[in-house]
């Protein structure tokens, strides 16, 4: 595995993954504020629809977020890109120092 390659897969555990998480953190929490305020809203007679708003834009943001981890994952499956690279098979090559075979 060369630096880049190891580079970009730690940016991807450390930065991408937990931002997708919080993302859909959010959307999620989005959602149920939206269902308590529609549910006050229900109680108390009021139709200003923000709690219907908030409903939408949370179930929103957690489709957005589910799509882009699917297409993620789809054109990571269909190039192979998490394949890492088996050079035991190759001879009369030196991996370097700091190489560990996980």
């Given at each position: 595995?060369?630096?880049?390659?190891?580079?970009?897969?730690?940016?991807?555990?450390?930065?991408?993954?937990?931002?997708?998480?919080?993302?859909?953190?959010l959307?999620?929490?989005?959602?149920f504020?939206?269902?308590?305020?529609?549910?006050?809203e229900?109680?108390?007679?009021?139709?200003?629809?923000?709690?219907r708003?908030?409903?939408?834009y949370?179930?929103?943001?957690?489709?957005v977020?589910?799509?882009?981890?699917?297409?993620?994952?789809?054109?990571?499956n269909t190039?192979?890109?998490?394949?890492?690279?088996?050079?035991?098979?190759i001879?009369?090559?030196?991996p370097?120092?700091?190489?560990?075979?996980?």
């Open positions: 595995m060369n630096a880049g390659q190891s580079l970009l897969e730690r940016i991807n555990t450390y930065v991408v993954d937990p931002i997708i998480a919080v993302i859909f953190t959307g999620l929490l989005l959602f504020v939206g269902i308590v305020e529609y549910l006050w229900i109680k108390d007679g009021t139709t200003n629809g923000d709690g708003k908030h409903l939408i949370g179930l929103v943001g957690m489709l977020m589910v799509s882009v981890n699917g297409i993620i994952n789809m054109i990571t190039f192979q890109l998490d394949d890492a690279v088996d050079i035991s098979r001879q009369n090559v030196n370097g120092v700091n190489f560990q075979n996980r």
